[in-house]
């Protein structure tokens, strides 16, 4: 059985900062992809970033490249999101996600529940 456990979203202005934690389980999460995305009210689920955890590659959607910086720390099967420079457009409900591709939301294989992520 494998669960994803997010946390860390929360309320900040505009320029500021969080860190989203994605906590995995499961005994195959040094063979997967991690994915971070995002859905806004009224809009799509979008790729934000993601990362294979053998090997470390790492890949953003151009929205947020250059903001964003995607880890993990393979001790604690956990995956990290660190936002910088936050926008009022980065709001929105963030997802992790396992054991998928890339950043194409529908090859992913496990969901979290979603962390929300406000600014204004």
């Known amino acids: 059985h494998v669960q994803l456990v997010e946390s860390g979203g929360d309320s900040v202005q505009a320029g500021g900062s969080l860190r989203l934690s994605c906590a995995a389980s499961?005994?195959?999460?040094?063979?997967?992809?991690m994915g971070w995305f995002r859905q806004a009210p009224g809009k799509e689920r979008e790729a934000v970033a993601s990362?294979?955890?053998?090997?470390?590659?790492?890949y953003y959607s151009d929205s947020v490249k250059g903001r964003f910086t995607i880890s993990q720390d393979t001790a604690k099967n956990t995956v990290y999101l660190q936002m910088n420079s936050l926008k009022p457009e980065d709001t929105a409900m963030y997802y992790c996600?396992?054991?998928?591709?890339?950043?194409?939301?529908?090859?992913?294989?496990?969901w979290g529940q979603g962390t929300q992520v406000t600014v204004s």
């Open positions: 499961g005994r195959n999460y040094v063979k997967w992809c």
């Open positions: 990362i294979y955890v053998l090997g470390g590659s790492a």
């Open positions: 996600a396992a054991d998928g591709s890339g950043l194409a939301p529908r090859t992913y294989n496990y």
